[in-house]
């Protein structure tokens, strides 16, 4: 990306804030980070030293034309704006289609007219089978960038599927954190609950693997194990508490599911073995030249993936926030 110009959408959370570190190291012409947050904007400057490649632009990727003018002369679009809390998007349904799907819709627009190399779509464990709101306008999200695919145009268009990454906004980590912190009993939805967790920095180096080898058309997924949420929390507990903390179940939310999942039944059918720490999803329907790339690997020999399948044990649990500098 040496040289490149470079938008990164929903670029002042803490996805983005990573993904620019790695970025700037490898000297592009320009970032531009395009949210629609003033405050975490300022912020940002200051964190980053007021860095003369980086670019900041107010504006929401529910207006075209804002987007159309940040995209000029782009050569790579990250798209990681989204509504993403599970709650709100069940509570605002309206708000987070026209953000998750109209938004991406709007992207995908942005990136073609401009003649933009190549867009990466950040996607969610919820896109799988969706049960909520989010899922279902991530998965649709999804759907969107594939098929861009097909449109006249040079710019590829790829997605990559995460699970819950660590610390971000609205992670349990942090809440429990406080919790625990506070002396406050944590409040857990479920017991029964499991999760994908995996560090910022390794969820950057999925989007950044996806940038440098996709050819458009696929959905990468990161190999990782689930996690009891119980088991999270215990862990925690006996890490940072100075007294007993009890835990509270407190039900499922709306939109909730007890396990997640990073690939469907019906999808692991068309997905296949990258290398040992990634899959990928091929679309149902032919895209010039992808299948072929594709061609020798070895399709994944399971049904679907799920959060519940391989737990991590506690000790696995302890090291994992250990290495993400939560138990310091």
Same mark, same amino acid.
């Given at each position: ?76 679009? !990250?798209? @990681? =704006?989204?509504?993403?809390? +599970? ?6 349904? %309206? ?5 998750? &799907? ?93 999760? !994908?967790? @995996? =560090?910022?920095?390794?969820? +950057? ?6 940038? %440098? ?5 696929? &959905? ?109």
């Amino acid at each position: 990306m040496k040289n490149k110009t470079i938008v990164v959408t929903g670029g002042t959370g803490s996805w983005g804030r990573e993904l620019v570190k790695r970025l700037l190291e490898r000297e592009p012409k320009e970032i531009r980070i395009f949210s629609r947050n003033e405050a975490l904007q300022v912020e940002m400057m200051h964190e980053f030293y007021h860095h003369p490649k980086l670019t900041f632009i107010i504006g929401d990727i529910r207006d075209k034309y804002e987007l159309m003018q940040a995209c000029q002369q782009a050569d790579y679009i !990250f798209h @990681l =704006a989204a509504l993403k809390h +599970v709650p709100i998007c069940e509570q605002q349904p %309206d708000s987070a289609m026209k953000t998750n &799907v109209i938004g991406t819709q709007n992207v995908i627009q942005a990136a073609i007219k401009n003649g933009v190399e190549k867009v990466i779509y950040v996607s969610t464990d919820k896109a799988s089978h969706p049960s909520s709101t989010y899922g279902m306008t991530k998965a649709i999200g999804e759907k969107l960038i594939v098929h861009a695919n097909l449109r006249e145009g040079k710019t590829k268009f790829v997605c990559v599927r995460s699970g819950n990454v660590l610390g971000s906004t609205g992670s349990v980590v942090p809440i429990f954190k406080q919790q625990i912190e506070q002396g406050l009993q944590i409040n857990l939805t479920d017991k029964r609950m499991t999760r !994908f967790f @995996l =560090a910022l920095e390794e969820a +950057v180096s999925l989007l950044l693997k996806a940038t %440098d080898e996709s050819s458009g058309g696929e &959905v990468y997924v990161m190999r990782m194990q689930g996690c009891r949420i119980q088991d999270l929390a215990e862990v925690l507990i006996e890490e940072l508490a100075a007294s007993d903390i009890p835990i509270r179940e407190t039900g499922a939310r709306l939109g909730e599911r007890m396990c997640e999942s990073l690939i469907s039944e019906l999808e692991s059918m068309s997905s296949i073995h990258l290398d040992e720490d990634y899959y990928v999803i091929l679309p149902p329907f032919p895209i010039d030249g992808l299948h072929e790339t594709y061609a020798g690997r070895t399709p994944v020999q399971f049904d679907h993936f799920h959060s519940d399948h391989v737990l991590m044990s506690k000790p696995e649990i302890k090291e994992m926030l250990q290495n993400g500098g939560f138990l310091s």
